[in-house]
């Protein structure tokens, strides 16, 4: 596989997305392309920086799960943007970045990516990719926050992008998926231009302006589903998410929502929610 090119990476970007572009770098190697932005200078107001790498050795998933990133097989790029505010919704942002990843995947000739509450892309039932959210210290009202995505484009062994629960027994990549799989520098500016444009997206709109995008790509949506909590397991039909992101899960006597929580298992679609 090719070394990421600087020159390929930016020929997708639009002028407006390169004219907001404060640092563009790429390693060879690194612990984590998050662990790197966080420790930098926040770039300015409504501005951004990208890391990505071709190997990862501490990549992380939620939760501080280990992110297995083997050298050459996939796509691992942060992008570090800075809110002159506080979202309102903030959380939600991870939702909003995956319906942005997704779209990406689909313009590029990818079909059946979905999306699992919270973070994950699926295809054939299968973990595809995964996306971190971090907060980093910002200036007296603004946020910047660092968004991780981890895509898995060829399979090396063992792949495993920190699921850390029994809803996937297995990874898929995008050799899976297409007859072709696009080049790097192709995918990597691509998702660029998505992820920075989401984020503006976002700062402008909130999630209420995903939501709809989102349940196209629901996985979950009419799965039976056991969610781990901070203070319990829930056991019940996923019903979608609400306006700020939340996932409601249909216990049979109630509707709940779940605003923090980890999917530990999903089965087959249960029927009866569309």
């Known amino acids: 596989m090719s070394k990421l090119d600087t020159a390929g990476i930016q020929r997708p970007l639009s002028e407006n997305t390169k004219s907001k572009l404060e640092r563009l770098e790429l390693f060879s190697s690194i612990a984590s392309t998050n662990t790197h932005l966080l420790s930098q ?63 990406a995947l689909s313009g590029l000739g990818v079909a059946g990516v979905s999306l699992k509450w919270p973070n994950d892309l699926v295809a054939d039932d299968g973990k595809l990719g995964g996306i971190l959210t971090e907060v980093q210290s910002g200036g007296c009202d603004s946020v910047t926050v660092v ?29 899976d998926l297409v007859d072709e ?38 996985w979950l949506r009419g799965r039976e589903v056991k969610v781990e909590m901070p203070d319990k397991r829930l056991t019940g039909i996923a019903a979608g998410v609400d306006v700020d992101g939340a996932l409601i899960v249909d216990t049979g ?22």
């Open 147 to 175: 968004a991780g995505l981890g895509l898995n484009l060829h399979h090396a062994g063992r792949v495993d992008l920190g699921s850390g629960s029994g809803w996937a027994n297995r990874a898929v990549a995008l050799e």
């Open 41 to 103: 200078r926040a770039p300015a107001s409504g501005r951004f920086c990208v890391a990505l790498a071709d190997h990862q050795t501490s990549g992380r998933g939620r939760h501080y799960r280990r992110w297995l990133s083997p050298r050459g097989s996939g796509l691992y790029l942060s992008l570090a943007f800075t809110f002159a505010s506080m979202p309102k919704d903030l959380p939600a942002l991870t939702l909003a970045l995956g319906v942005g990843a997704a779209d």
């Open 253 to 274: 006597a109630m509707q709940q929502r779940v605003v923090s929580g980890s999917i530990v298992a999903a089965g087959p679609p249960a029927g009866g929610l569309q």
């Open 181 to 218: 799989v696009p080049s790097r520098d192709l995918l990597a500016g691509t998702m660029i231009e998505v992820l920075f444009r989401t984020m503006a997206r976002f700062e402008s709109h909130g999630f209420a302006d995903f939501a709809g995008d989102w349940q196209r790509y629901d």
